[in-house]
């Protein structure tokens, strides 16, 4: 039987292989994760290429599964002619036995085993069969407008979408929230959450970034003894150019397993740089689109004067009274001392002035109290500095050598003095 159908089982072996390879490269590329992505990025031409195609996952998803069906169709194309030869040879045990191996073995070399072996070793495998893939997804590439045509046409046959609005009020949105929850408590965490989300496309990074002297960056080589025992604040140990403050990469500390003593830079990411009118939203955005963790805001000089961690976006976003003073100072940017006082830092914003008092402020060039004070003395606050702005009385009680101060505030009574 060998010696009279070699050639069709030689040829089955071969479609079997091809699939395989299809299922091992979509196992292995697709159970890419971001930290795999990123090392693939920076290593050689086919890792490259195998980050690369997935930049248009509907394009290599559907290149691989037609491959794989053409090869599953030839295998199954060449054994039913074996099968028809033995049948038309009255050898039906012999034709029995060979469709239900083939079966088999389609199904447990051609489909399992590969996927199995990709998702267990995905960037190997991305690697290896990123460059065949490339060119097996090039050669179908005049046939994706066919292809897309069609899914399109499925789609609105069996997948009818909704008509879009123009827009979503926020009122509709936390409406759907008390509509999906009985929890009280609940709801108001969601649209709180909800709320903090909306208002990332009206914060700018200026508001929520870390200034630039309250984190600490190294030039390359670092070593763990230049931590000298203390986790940086942020999490993020910040990596400049050799002879400049200009921060090129972070490390992001928290998420290392083990800390090696020596050469941590190895371990750096890229950063993502924006500038300092950008939105926390258009941030976000960047951040996901290029799966990092760490923006550099840059002033309109390019210069670095701050930075913003993923992390900071989150807790905007889900802690109800978030703050900057909190993040970085370990205290509460407003602080009640008695009735009608209260101590605020020198970076509180002004925004969040404005919602804790539920008042309105004046129009000003600064975003922090800090900034106000300087801009209405025209120099740097010093202890005892007094000045009145939108209602509210300041008095600086504290005054560091790098402009951060801490300040009493008072609301002086409708029309009379302080008391």
């Not at 299809?22 to 292995?28: K, P």
């Not at 976000?284 to 963790?293: A, F, I, N, P, T």
């Not at 961690?309 to 889900?318: A, G, K, P, S």
Request: hydrophobic share 45%.
């Amino acid at each position: 039987m060998i010696q009279e159908f070699g050639f069709h089982f030689i040829a089955m072996l071969v479609l079997t292989a091809l699939s395989a390879f299809c299922s091992c490269s979509e196992a292995a590329i697709f159970s890419l994760q971001p930290d795999d992505r990123r090392r693939l990025q920076k290593g050689n031409a086919a890792q490259r290429t195998a980050v690369e195609l997935l930049g248009r996952p509907d394009r290599l998803l559907t290149a691989i599964l037609f491959w794989n069906l053409l090869f599953s169709f030839g295998f199954f194309v060449v054994g039913a002619d074996v099968e028809h030869r033995l049948s038309a040879s009255n050898r039906t045990t012999e034709n029995s036995v060979l469709m239900v191996g083939s079966l088999l073995a389609m199904i447990v070399f051609g489909e399992m085993l590969p996927k199995t072996i990709g998702v267990q070793q995905p960037r190997v495998f991305a690697s290896l069969c990123s460059l065949p893939l490339a060119a097996m997804v090039r050669v179908i590439d005049p046939m994706m407008p066919v292809f897309a045509a069609a899914n399109n046409l499925l789609q609105r046959v069996f997948l009818p979408n909704f008509e879009r609005e123009p827009y979503l009020e926020i009122s509709d949105l936390e409406r759907a929230i008390e509509l999906s929850t009985s929890d009280a408590q609940l709801a108001a965490l969601e649209q709180s959450a909800l709320r903090n989300i909306v208002l990332l496309s009206e914060l700018p990074a200026e508001e929520l970034m870390r200034p630039r002297n309250q984190y600490q960056s190294y030039a390359a080589p670092v070593h763990l003894e230049h931590l000298q025992g203390e986790l940086p604040p942020a999490g993020y140990l910040l990596i400049t150019e050799d002879e400049s403050d200009d921060v090129t990469a972070a490390i992001p500390l928290k998420q290392l397993s083990t800390i090696p003593r020596h050469h941590l830079e190895k371990f750096a990411q890229p950063v993502v740089y924006v500038p300092w009118c950008a939105t926390v939203a258009a941030i976000l955005d960047e951040l996901r689109r290029q799966q990092r963790d760490v923006a550099v805001v840059v002033n309109e000089y390019g210069e670095t004067i701050g930075i913003v961690t993923i992390e900071d976006v989150l807790e905007t976003i889900f802690e109800e009274q978030s703050s900057r003073s909190a993040r970085l100072l370990a205290t509460s940017s407003i602080v009640p001392v008695a009735p009608d006082r209260w101590h605020v830092t020198g970076m509180t914003n002004l925004r969040r002035l404005s919602r804790h008092f539920d008042v309105p402020l004046e129009a000003s060039r600064s975003v922090t109290v800090a900034g106000v004070m300087q801009e209405e003395l025209q120099r740097i606050p010093v202890e005892g500095d007094e000045l009145v702005w939108s209602g509210f009385h300041f008095r600086v009680l504290e005054a560091g050598d790098a402009g951060d101060v801490k300040i009493e505030l008072q609301i002086p009574p409708a029309g009379g003095p302080l008391p």
